[in-house]
Structures are given as structure tokens and as C-alpha cells.
């Protein structure tokens, strides 16, 4: 096994993470119907391709597990307007992250975390409290808030001992 990864081009490494990343993003949502399992999970994807691809790759990924979560129902239909804000808030968090890593990773996993919060919370306040009325406006953005710090620390965690692992920080 060793052989083969030794004739392959660094290109093509990259190429089967970036395909391994986007299978990931796609069949975690649809398949993990845990907001606990799968936001740490795809938060640290995110964090790894900053480091590995790079943020542009990063951020293509960010774009599939919202859509997905929406259409296999870990996201409740009310939270759609909230998709294209769970794409920005991913960019935003691999954006900060890649802005800060090189100088303390640790630091970076924290402000990129916070900086996915703070803008989903803003998100959640001006829109999702304008299109949903009632009770299940506190519930659904309870649900786009705090749990994404969390969720978002957490697979920073992940991704720091990862790439830790494999010196990469």
C-alpha cells in the first residue's frame, strides 16, 4: 500500500482526500441524523482541508452538508432559509481558521468557532425570526446558534490532534 501512495502524485493525493471529504459531507448529513455527531464531524473535515487543500477546496466542501442535512431532514424544513448562512458561516469559520493557524492553531480553531457563531447568530436574529413566527422561532435558532460553537470547537479539537498526528501544525 505504501508503494502505491509512493508513485502517486501529490495532485492526486489531494485529489482522493478532496473526493474522500466531499463523499464525507455528503453521506454524513444524510445517513447521521445527529446534530452532535455530525457537525463536530464535518467542522473538523473543514479545519483538515484548510490545512491539506487549502481554503478554496475547504470551502467548496462547506457548501454540501447544509444542503444535505436540509433535503434527508437533520435540518427541519423551517431552518431552509438558513442553508445559504450555514454556507457562509462554514467559509467564515475556514476563512478565520486559515488566516490564523500558522501562528497558534489553537487560537485559530477558537476564533474561527466564534466567528461561525457570531455570524449565524446575527443570521438567525434578522432572518429566520422574520420568516418563522412563534415558539418554534427560539427552538429552530437555539438549534443554528450555540450548538454550532460547540459542535464547531469540537471538531476543531478533532482536527488539531489530527493534525498533530501528522505534522501538519
Known sequence: MQSIA????????KALI?????????LLPAL?????????TVNAMLFIATVI???????LLGLMPGTVALSTGLLPLPLAPMVPFI???NAILVIAFEYSYRKNALMAIALAAVCKFLFLQVAVNFILKSVVA???????????????????LAGGFVAYTFLKSIKKL
Open 134 to 152: 412563534g415558539n418554534l422561532t427560539s427552538a429552530l435558532a437555539t438549534m443554528v446558534s450555540w450548538p454550532q460553537l460547540i459542535t464547531a
Open 6 to 13: 509512493q508513485g502517486m502524485s501529490a495532485a492526486k493525493i
Open 87 to 89: 454556507m457562509i458561516s
Open 32 to 40: 447521521i441524523h445527529l446534530q452532535w455527531v455530525t457537525g463536530p
Open 18 to 26: 478532496f473526493a474522500l471529504f466531499l463523499a464525507l459531507s455528503i
Open 53 to 59: 487543500l487549502g481554503p478554496a477546496q475547504a470551502m
